[in-house]
């Protein structure tokens, strides 16, 4: 394939970045990729870096606007980071600004007749975030993503929530991805559903653990409901403040719209401030008491660009709370204009609030104890229950606590630590905007089972990407987000790959809250639904903002939702490839053939660490590493080792807690020391004394780029014939074992062939014969190393006769390489040039197609259908933008225009790329460059163990 894309559409906590970081590693292998483009949420990007080093020790840089202002300081004010870094991670708010977007494109510029685009891979996390809209206008963010797409090569799309109930906008994330495959439609007919399968992947954990034995994957129960009982005084808040947002709905209900506007964000902030407790509510109603008092009110434009502020993009929760401080007063002046009709309503609050024996005067409202709460006494009791033996805390017992709110955060801590006295050790938190190292340490501390921790409060932007898995199986939402894919991203931090227990979630419910009774049948319904949670997230919300910001009866809004999730659950199925095996035991077809790979290469933990110790002890003797231990582990035995010590202080060394270098854990080959048993089901543990080096570790880079360079002629060059003893077959007086490196490349420059080959020649009456049958590399371990002088002047005579006929047989070989791989790169370019022919042509019909039936009357009959569906509940979009398209001609006609200028443009980009890999691309890279190399490795000749 000229390309790869793939939409990765796995289950929460399935190792989506895993598989994208196979696929990299691969690519960057077979050197079809140079320049890489990871986008993500700003909170993921630090995640993103972390797991492609650690992992695969690709390194990336982040780019901002900090790290911009860096590289300009550099290397001059007109550096350009897209185009000074070849691997770069960015968050695609970042990108999606005018000006960041036209330094991007600046950057993208190729000569016409290259085969090449600008960009080799495209990686897109979270892309549900920037999904084509069904009709109108598409987002900013799926604006800036048409534009990019183009410029990239390979593009790989990983969501866990592909579908949002619109084929219209599924079909047309999957053209932003394969242009050649699909088109933006409103109906995916069969031939588009067979495409569908090539290129989306889905897996569910449901699914996996149907096909494992014992299942790979541990089960969710049910969420567990913590029933609050609220006191009389908290009870005179939560009615003063619902009689307070029933009161601003009337008096805008006949008002303009930008004021309606401006008053359902007064309404959401107080509301959602509330359902997370007393503290962060008068915590948010100081300030509007703060705005109430200033001389003017505050326009309505004023609280629009306060909520714009809001919902703006951050990864620092102290920039939230602050805006968030910010939008109160702001919202407190803005009501000011209607205080009169308040008067009643806003009394009522503050004495509830003093009720509370909270004192709004006083700045610090987050350090004052409510004279009730009714969420911190019982999560107090939960912690009681699940996390403590009395006065002692289990051993082995672990609670995330999520919360939207650093404000909510700061507050439990403190109250946590007040709670348990001599227990600050206990208590830790996570959020946005934290030092790197510090976040970093904190999640070791926790995921540390030998760590004195036991609670970590975290809030909603430190929840993604966090792995809080290892030591962890109980969570508990202090409060509960509005977005219901929020409560899947916490929920995917526990479970997911490598959780060995069940995991259970907890929250609150009340019958004394209308709201928070609500709230609570939402967690169960995400629950419920969680593997079709993007076909219904709309629907979700639209019942979330039914009923928290316009009021409607929660029963009739929970009637209503129910009724229209029957409607809508598998009608939006995802046609896609899951059929990838998993391999339970050892007899697997795809255990097997690893294995097969490995015997080939002679590769397992004993090459790997006798590899390493070689290396390393080429100028200092050996040993540098230990013995191995009960567990397999070796320790590094001189970490200063002269060569050595900067790759062992970088890539090796832990992060030190204060100034100087941190320890050197154990090293290990193989999984063993990680395989936790304990509960029935094998789970990789990471250790933190302990760390895996794979082959793509520096260390193995190192050492396999040091015995490398010795291969070539330089003062640090060896002999590579070496005299081993050793089994021979009958009839042998010696064995040459030839090892040969094979290399074939193409015409783009892209290694297609590379293999290394051992050839066993035996040795008979001094003449060389033909090879013996083939053996995997790892048959001919266990010769020994002849010490024999006598011996070695034998095979120095022997070497002397062969060697012309062994130069020769390399030449043959080469021969024969070169045309073997002509021959096919031949057939497979024939083959190719079909395909892809046959593929533009068909999609080209297609697209050509679409804009003939690009007509008014297609446009009546969608919107007909889309009305239907909005009836029968299979519909989430605003009922106030179909009926402008309904009734509006000017609004039709600017939606065919959208649509007519679309398909042109697809079919314009299909020609260019018709062009270009059919003419440039496939007869480049089915040509070979040059001949195939072979060269030889090293040559050794083994001689019968007690020798002739």
Excluded at 229 to 242: C, M, T
Excluded at 463 to 490: I, K, V
Excluded at 725 to 737: F, M, Q, R
Excluded at 858 to 881: C, M, N, P, T, V
Aim: include cysteine; glycine fraction near 6%; proline fraction near 5%.
């Amino acid at each position: 394939m000229p390309r790869i894309n793939l939409l990765i559409a796995d289950d929460v906590g399935l190792g989506k970045t895993i598989e994208a970081g196979l696929i990299k590693s691969e690519l960057l292998i077979r050197r079809r990729i140079q320049r890489i483009l990871v986008l993500t949420p700003a909170s993921l990007r630090i995640q993103w870096r972390d797991e492609m080093w650690s992992k695969f020790s690709l390194r990336f840089d982040i780019i901002d606007r900090d790290s911009t202002m860096k590289l300009k300081r550099s290397l001059g004010i007109d550096a350009n980071p897209w185009r000074s870094c070849s691997r770069i991670i960015a968050s695609y708010h970042y990108l999606k600004q005018p000006d960041i977007l036209e330094q991007f494109r600046s950057a993208c510029r190729t000569s016409e007749d290259s085969p090449h685009l600008p960009w080799d891979l495209l990686v897109v996390d979270e892309v549900h975030n920037l999904m084509p809209s069904p009709f109108g206008e598409d987002s900013e963010l799926c604006k800036m993503l048409r534009t990019i797409a183009p410029q990239f090569e390979h593009r790989l799309f990983l969501t866990a929530t592909p579908h949002n109930g619109h084929t219209r906008s599924f079909s047309g994330l999957l053209e932003l991805l394969d242009p050649v495959r699909f088109s933006r439609t409103d109906e995916l007919k069969p031939a588009e559903k067979e495409r569908v399968k090539q290129i989306v992947i889905r897996r569910l954990k449901r699914e996996i653990n149907a096909r494992t034995n014992p299942p790979r994957f541990c089960t969710r129960k049910p969420p567990q409901a913590v029933m609050l009982k609220f006191s009389p005084a908290e009870l005179r808040l939560i009615q003063a403040v619902g009689r307070l947002r029933a009161k601003v709905r009337s008096v805008i209900a006949g008002e303009s719209k930008k004021r309606r506007l401006a008053g359902t964000f007064a309404i959401e902030i107080l509301g959602k401030r509330l359902l997370s407790g007393p503290i962060p509510f008068a915590d948010s109603w100081r300030r509007c008491k703060l705005g109430l008092a200033e001389e003017e009110a505050a326009a309505d434009s004023d609280v629009v660009a306060a909520e714009k502020s809001v919902r703006e993009d951050t990864a620092d929760d102290r920039e939230y709370q602050q805006r968030e401080a910010t939008a109160s007063a702001v919202i407190g002046a803005w009501l000011k204009a209607i205080a009169g009709d308040l008067q009643t309503e806003i009394i009522d609050t503050d004495k509830a609030i003093a009720g509370l024996s909270l004192d709004l005067d006083r700045a610090d409202v987050i350090g004052q104890n409510p004279s009730a709460d009714a969420r911190f006494q019982e999560l107090c009791k939960l912690i009681d229950q699940r996390l403590r033996d009395g006065s002692n805390w289990k051993p082995n017992e672990r609670l995330v606590i999520f919360t939207e709110y650093k404000t909510t955060l700061d507050y439990l801590l403190r109250r946590l630590r007040q709670n348990y006295p001599e227990s600050d050790e206990r208590f830790l938190c996570l959020y946005g905007g934290m030092d790197d190292v510090q976040r970093e340490q904190i999640k070791e501390k926790f995921n540390d089972s030998e760590d004195s921790v036991r609670v970590l409060v975290a809030t909603d932007a430190a929840s993604e990407g966090l792995n809080l898995q290892t030591t962890a199986r109980y969570l508990m939402h202090f409060d509960c987000p509005w977005n219901p894919a929020r409560l899947e991203q916490r929920n995917g931090r526990l479970d997911r790959h490598g959780q060995s227990r069940d995991v259970q979630v907890f929250h609150f419910a009340s019958e004394d809250d209308a709201d928070l009774k609500f709230m609570a049948h939402l967690i169960d319904k995400v629950d419920q639904i969680r593997e079709d949670l993007g076909a219904v997230g709309e629907l979700l919300d639209e019942a979330t903002h039914r009923r928290l910001i316009d009021g409607d009866d929660a029963e009739a809004v929970q009637s209503d939702l129910d009724r229209q999730i029957e409607a809508v659950r598998g009608t939006v199925s995802v046609e896609a490839d899951n059929s990838t095996g998993y391999a339970s035991n050892g007899d697997s077809e795809h255990t097997e053939r690893l294995a097969a790979l490995a015997r080939e290469i002679d590769l397992d933990p004993r090459s790997q660490c006798s590899t390493l110790e070689t290396a390393m002890a080429m100028y200092a003797g050996r040993p540098q590493l230990s013995k191995p231990d009960d567990l397999d582990r070796y320790k590094i035995l001189n970490p200063g080792l002269l060569g050595w010590s900067d790759t062992i202080d970088d890539t090796v060394r832990r992060t030190a807690s204060q100034s100087g270098l941190g320890p050197v854990p154990y090293l290990a080959f193989g999984a063993t020391p990680f395989i936790d048993n304990s509960t029935g089901r094998p789970i990789f543990r990471p250790r933190i004394d302990t760390m895996m080096v794979h082959l793509a570790h520096p260390l193995m880079g190192k050492a396999l780029g040091s015995l490398t360079r010795r291969r070539f002629p330089g003062p640090q060059a060896v002999s590579r014939w070496t005299v081993r003893l050793g089994e021979l077959p009958g009839g042998c007086d010696a064995i040459v074992v030839l090892h040969l490196e094979e290399l074939g490349v193409n015409q783009l420059r892209e290694t297609f062939h590379h293999w290394i080959r051992t050839l066993q020649l035996p040795v008979r009456k001094g003449q060389l014969g033909a090879a013996l049958a083939h053996a995997p590399a790892i048959s001919l371990r266990g010769a020994k190393e002849c010490t024999d002088i006598a011996m070695r002047d034998r095979a120095q005579v022997l070497m002397d006769d062969v060697e012309p006929d062994l130069q020769t047989l390399i030449k043959s070989l080469r021969g024969e390489l070169t045309e073997k791989l002509r021959a096919q790169l031949q057939l497979d370019k024939t083959a190719a040039k079909q395909v892809e022919s046959e593929r533009y042509q068909s999609r080209q019909g297609e697209v050509s197609t679409l804009i003939a039936e690009n007509t008014l009357a297609k446009l009546e009959r969608d919107i007909d259908r889309l009305k239907a569906e909005r009836g029968q509940g299979r519909l989430f979009e605003s009922q106030h933008a179909l009926d402008d398209l309904e009734r509006s001609i000017e609004a039709k006609r600017e939606e065919l225009e959208r649509r007519r200028q679309h398909y042109e443009e697809v079919r314009e980009q299909l020609a260019r790329e018709r062009e270009r890999i059919l003419n440039r691309v496939i007869p480049k890279r089915f040509a070979l460059e040059g001949e195939a190399q072979v060269f030889p490795v090293c040559v050794e000749i083994r001689f019968p163990k007690k020798g002739r």
